[in-house]
């Protein structure tokens, strides 16, 4: 084995480097690809790019199990297009915002309606936030807060789902990450067994509830409010009219939009059962029968979608008069979109082939030795992987970055992998949540209509409180580790708040 000292480091923090200083992942993987492959290539730029195209780059595209992985994104991609098109997850917030008769109310169908829409994190604040901000108006609460609660259930909520594109993309880094160190153990079982510990992901959506029963602002989010409770005691009308202008409180959709609000929700609910029995029926089989594989996984998802897309392009033809020539069309346009995360991907895994040939694991690994405590190793993933998040704006492309790097270390380390991966996503998801140029952050204020600086301070500053408890967390479940920890953590972050609201806090109800 060939020895290559502390230039094993370079492909690894080269990328971090180029990360943080471009906030372009694409380029900071594509550099440390080059880097590694100028090492492996002593130093000869001709052969470096050879190695570059033809030992990483190609040979994880012509992988079966990768060109897998791209398939099923591409179809998830495609259905989620669908069924934003077909109007149906609006109907089912609209239908959803029917009952709502108070403040409280009002911020919780939100919360739920970003809990039912899981398939999508980028599309769920504009799918939901225009749908609410006449609500949010009328019970006088800020669009500072209604951001707030967009943004904590888009990739909160999904990165906890594992048959979503989320769960392809995750369930693929944990198998290249695994390959390269040796393991075997299924991808998905992997994943099932990470949840328990994403610790970041369960405290985020437990925040805003919490925040919502105890009816106090603290911080930006407290000036937020009182400023435009203030603005409206001076213009005295009600409502801000330049908030509400887009959809006025006192406006009646007209009949046949009312007709859709009330007799389509089947335009949402049919897809989505078809996906969601077809893959329970179908994981439950194989569970039964032969096992769980990654294979089966990925065949059952794309069956799953297939289906429920061509179901969602019926109920177009039926209730929207779309042929299924547009629908196509729009399963095409969805599916191009996923092309990013596809070359992400790619990338990810050629800069993981890269590490694993320079031996960057190893090497890590030999420095460390004995110094640091394999129960402190997912704090420290945790937090690189929320600076390397926040400065990027991409959860995406951190896990790409960092997964790669930190399960063969902690491997080499005897951290617990389960910890370590959890740890890797948790890290990514904080950072992504405060970053001001993540897509979803921006998404959130766009589906508001709030001014995009004014959502970032008011959510950093509960986001911040929710990820110093996943820090902590992270501690006790080194030291034991155990699915306990969990609620453990909620107790924690329910105290912190509750001590935050009382020490710092002002009703949200004032008038």
């Known amino acids: 084995m060939d020895d290559y000292g502390i230039l094993s480091l370079v492909p690894a923090l080269l990328t971090i480097a180029v990360a943080f200083y471009s906030k372009n992942v694409l380029l900071a993987l594509v550099s440390g690809i080059l880097s590694g492959s100028l090492i492996l290539a002593s130093f000869n730029p001709l052969h470096a790019m050879q190695i570059a195209i033809e030992n990483q780059v190609l040979k994880e595209v012509v992988n079966g199990t990768q060109i897998q992985v791209v398939l099923v994104i591409f179809i998830i991609g495609g259905f989620v297009k669908l069924l934003e098109v077909s109007g149906g997850a609006g109907v089912f917030a609209r239908k959803a915002s029917s009952i709502v008769t108070s403040r409280s109310k009002a911020q919780v169908i939100v919360w739920f309606s970003g809990l039912g829409i899981f398939f999508t994190d980028?599309?769920?604040?504009?799918?939901?936030?225009?749908?609410?901000?006449?609500?949010?108006?009328?019970?006088?609460?800020?669009r500072e807060?209604?951001?707030?609660?967009?943004?904590?259930?888009?990739?909160?909520?999904?990165?906890?789902?594992?048959?979503i594109s989320w769960g392809a993309?995750?369930?693929?880094?944990?198998?290249?990450?695994?390959?390269?160190?040796?393991?075997?153990?299924?991808?998905?079982?992997?994943?099932?067994?990470?949840?328990?510990?994403?610790?970041?992901?369960?405290?985020?959506?437990?925040?805003?509830?919490?925040?919502?029963?105890?009816?106090?602002?603290?911080?930006?989010?407290?000036?937020?409010?009182?400023?435009?409770?203030?603005?409206i005691a001076a213009d005295n009308v009600g409502p801000i009219k330049e908030i509400s202008q887009d959809k006025p409180v006192e406006e009646k959709p007209r009949e046949d939009e009312a007709e859709i609000a009330e007799d389509r929700i089947e335009i949402f609910l049919y897809p989505l059962g078809v996906m969601l029995l077809l893959i329970g029926g179908l994981i439950t089989w194989h569970a039964t029968h032969d096992g769980i594989s990654s294979v089966h996984i990925r065949s059952t998802m794309i069956i799953g979608y297939l289906s429920a897309s061509l179901t969602c392009a019926e109920m177009?033809?039926?209730?929207?008069?779309?042929?299924?020539?547009?629908?196509?069309?729009?399963?095409?346009?969805?599916?191009?979109?996923?092309?990013?995360?596809?070359?992400v991907l790619v990338l990810a895994w050629s800069l993981g082939s890269v590490n694993a040939d320079v031996h960057t694991a190893d090497y890590i690994a030999s420095l460390?030795?004995?110094?640091?405590?394999?129960?402190?190793?997912?704090?420290?993933?945790?937090?690189?992987?929320?600076?390397i998040s926040l400065s990027?704006?991409?959860?995406?492309?951190?896990?790409?970055?960092l997964m790669t790097i930190a399960v063969p270390v902690g491997f080499d380390l005897g951290a617990s992998m389960y910890l370590t991966i959890a740890a890797v996503l948790s890290g990514g998801l904080f950072g992504d949540h405060v970053s001001p140029i993540s897509d979803t952050t921006v998404l959130a204020s766009v589906g508001a209509h709030c001014p995009h600086l004014d959502h970032v301070s008011t959510q950093a500053a509960y986001a911040g409180v929710t990820g110093l408890v996943a820090f902590i967390a992270y501690g006790l479940a080194g030291a034991y580790e155990s699915p306990m920890v969990l609620p453990i953590a909620v107790v924690m972050l329910f105290l912190s708040m509750y001590f935050l609201m009382r020490m710092f806090g002002e009703s949200s109800e004032s008038t």
Request: with cysteine; hydrophobic share 45%; aromatic share 14%.
């Open 145 to 163: 807060k209604l951001a707030y609660i967009l943004d904590t259930t888009s990739s909160p909520i999904s990165i906890l789902i594992p048959f």
């Open 169 to 231: 993309y995750i369930m693929s880094l944990i198998e290249k990450s695994y390959a390269e160190i040796g393991l075997s153990e299924d991808s998905f079982t992997v994943l099932i067994k990470v949840i328990p510990y994403q610790f970041y992901a369960f405290l985020a959506l437990a925040t805003v509830p919490i925040i919502i029963f105890m009816r106090k602002d603290y911080g930006p989010m407290k000036e937020a409010q009182a400023r435009y409770l203030a603005k």
């Open 368 to 387: 460390i030795g004995d110094s640091l405590a394999p129960m402190y190793f997912p704090m420290i993933v945790f937090v690189l992987g929320a600076i």
């Open 122 to 142: 980028s599309g769920n604040s504009l799918i939901i936030g225009p749908l609410y901000r006449s609500v949010f108006d009328e019970f006088k609460i800020c």
């Open 316 to 343: 177009m033809r039926r209730y929207r008069s779309t042929s299924y020539t547009q629908s196509l069309g729009v399963f095409i346009k969805g599916a191009e979109s996923m092309v990013y995360i596809s070359i």
């Open 392 to 401: 990027t704006g991409s959860s995406y492309g951190t896990f790409a970055i």
